[in-house]
C-alpha cells in the first residue's frame, strides 16, 4: 500500500510532538528550518539515484 509509509511517518511526528509538550521539550529548530531540511534530504536521494544510474550505464 502506498501511503502506509506515509501514514506511519506522520503518526511517529505526531507522537514525537505530544512527547515535546508533555516533557516541555522545545523543537530542536524551527518548522521551517526542518521542512527545508527535509526537502534538502529528498533532493539530494533523487539526485543520487539519479547520478549513480547515470555512472553505470
Known sequence: MLLKPYALSLAMGLLVGVLYAV???KSPAPPAVAL???LGI???EILGRYLVRWFTT
Open 36 to 38: 527545508l531540511g527535509l
Open 23 to 25: 516533557f516541555r521539550v
Open 42 to 44: 529528498l533532493v539530494g
